[in-house]
Nanobody, 123 residues
């Protein structure tokens, strides 16, 4: 199977920066789109940013100009550099990846999620 493990969350003051990482491991043949989503208390999970295999990026309007998504394909890792953080960025951040992998010796393409990492921005 495939596992996604996030790291880098924590407590930070407004205006500061934080970088999240997400490493994928397992029976991976290739990783297609990767992305970050977040879920604040009492709200639905929402897209933050995505990046394709060809490095095309997409951002939520609320984070454009402040967040940068990148990936290291050799390490099967995606990053989220978050600058000028605001209290409204407080949420659990989840990594997502569309992965072509081996499952019982059969090639499949599936969507995987990390366990989430908490980001808290104090005012």
């Amino acid at each position: 199977q495939v596992q996604l493990v996030e790291s880098g969350g924590g407590l930070v003051q407004a205006g500061k920066s934080l970088t999240l990482s997400c490493a994928a491991s397992g029976n991976i043949l290739s990783i297609n789109d990767m992305g970050w989503y977040r879920q604040a208390p009492g709200k639905q999970r929402e897209l933050v940013a995505t990046i394709t295999k060809t490095l095309r990026t997409n951002y939520a309007d609320s984070v454009k100009g402040r967040f940068t998504i990148s990936r290291d394909s050799a390490k099967n890792t995606v990053y989220l550099q978050m600058n000028s953080l605001k209290p409204e960025d407080t949420a659990v951040y989840y990594c997502n990846a569309d992965v072509t992998h081996l499952y019982n010796w059969i090639t499949r393409t599936s969507d995987f999620w990390g366990q989430g990492t908490q980001v808290t921005v104090s005012s």
